[in-house]
């Protein structure tokens, strides 16, 4: 399958597919419970992080997504300092 092909797939996937195709990624199995291999794991990851690009998906709700704890201006001392506050 060639890069336009694949493209034009993702494209025309369903809000299903989408979530089908993540809870697979999640499980590393289908949903008939089949064993997902590497080379299928890495294509669904590829057309769901496409599909959250096109349909604009929360970036809270993307796959992978990583909550930083840390200011804006990257200051990760102030996270740093914040978390041990809250732990004591």
Not at 9 to 28: D, G, H, N, P, W
Request: hydrophobic share 40%; charged share 30%.
């Amino acid at each position: 399958m060639n890069d336009k092909s694949f493209d034009q797939m993702v494209a025309q996937m369903t809000a299903e597919m989408y979530a089908s195709f993540k809870q697979a990624i999640q499980l590393r199995k289908w949903p008939d419970g089949r064993r997902l291999s590497a080379e299928q794991t890495e294509l669904c990851l590829e057309a769901v992080i496409k599909y959250e690009v096109i349909h604009d998906v929360p970036a809270a709700d993307r796959v992978g997504y990583l909550e930083r704890n840390e200011c804006a201006s990257g200051d990760a001392s102030s996270a740093d300092e914040a978390a041990i506050k809250w732990i004591n």
